[in-house]
């Protein structure tokens, strides 16, 4: 994927990953500024039959299409805990659609179906109050006078965020929405759901206070060796008029839902630190069929995801 030429997004860019390594004790060489902590797991892609009436996009016309799929932990640091009530969630996921050799697709997501902000400069804004905030000065702090100014990132902070028993039953959501054209021409627009096969399992406090700080890493490598780790893919789909270029917009649950398709996860990568190190996933679709919207998170999240895995790589 291609670096911007656009310096002031460019200095942006620069600007939101010195925030994220100041909010978690500096630079970690060879880890990801966010969601640093991860594991990848190989498998394949099934689509659904419906699928076809949405896009023409490749993954989608093919019995089945290998993938790797990264699961994390939220913070910029590689040793958080686990069970870290406040730095751990949400969890994100990566999906890698192999399409050839050296051609693929990505869908990437995170464990609540919401964001913050909706610009890449408010999310500077944000992790700039972070840093700027003393918990034991007065009040209102600086991340306290950010959220009363913006309700979006206000209402992101206090959905509850559990942790999950494993990552295999933890539900993934994609932040912005996409634009799907099947092969009549004829365009929706839609989020992706990424759903657990498993269902859904939460840890109280109780619970999550006496796990190990690896023990969601732990579990999904035995779940993986005993049988396949699996996921259904849906959009859930936009009615005209509803807001295609907000993160922070989500739309009501009454609206479709579309079987795309079902991932299966075989096994752990092999090298997978190495392998972590050096994949670098785009959050803009970049395949026929399917484009972004004109959110204007896209192209930011682009920029910091290249220049990020360029540092990471760099570090050897």
């Known amino acids: 994927m291609p670096l911007t030429t656009d310096e002031q997004l460019l200095s942006l860019s620069h600007e939101i990953i010195e925030a994220f390594d100041k909010v978690d004790g500096g630079i970690h060489p060879g880890f990801r500024p966010a969601h640093a902590k991860g594991i990848l797991l190989t498998g394949g892609f099934t689509p659904s039959r419906e699928a076809a009436s949405l896009t023409r996009a490749p993954h989608l016309h093919r019995d089945a299409t290998p993938v790797t799929v990264r699961f994390s932990n939220f913070a910029g640091i590689p040793t958080i805990a686990d069970n870290d009530p406040q730095g751990a969630g949400p ?20 464990s609540v179906d919401a964001f913050p902000v909706r610009t890449a400069e408010a999310l500077l804004e944000f992790l700039n109050a972070l ?20 309700p979006a990132a206000s209402r992101f902070v206090q959905i509850p965020k559990p942790i999950p028993t494993s990552f295999a039953k933890e539900s993934f959501f994609a932040v912005s929405a996409f634009k799907f054209t099947n092969s ?32 969601l890493f732990d579990e999904i490598k035995e779940r993986v060796a005993k049988e396949p780790v699996r996921f259904r893919v849906v959009v859930q789909l936009a009615k005209d008029g509803d807001t295609t270029n907000d993160a922070t917009v989500r739309w009501p649950e009454d609206r479709p839902q579309l079987a795309f398709g079902e991932i299966s996860l075989q096994k752990i990568t092999p090298n997978n630190a190495g392998e972590q190190q050096h994949i670098i996933f785009d959050p803009i679709p970049r395949v026929d069929g399917i484009e972004a919207s004109a959110d204007p998170l896209f192209e930011p999240r682009a920029n910091i995801y290249l220049m990020s895995g360029r540092r990471r790589r760099a570090a050897g």
């Open 131 to 150: 840093i700027a905030t003393d918990p034991t000065g007065p009040h209102p702090n600086a991340i306290e006078r950010f959220l009363a100014a913006h």
């Open 91 to 110: 969890r994100g996921l990566a999906v890698r659609f192999h399409l050839a050799e050296h051609v693929h697709t990505d869908i990437v997501a995170h």
């Open 184 to 215: 009549d021409g004829t365009s929706r627009y839609g989020r992706y759901r990424v759903l657990p096969v498993a269902g859904n399992e939460y840890l109280d406090e109780a619970e999550a206070a006496v796990r190990s700080p690896n023990f």
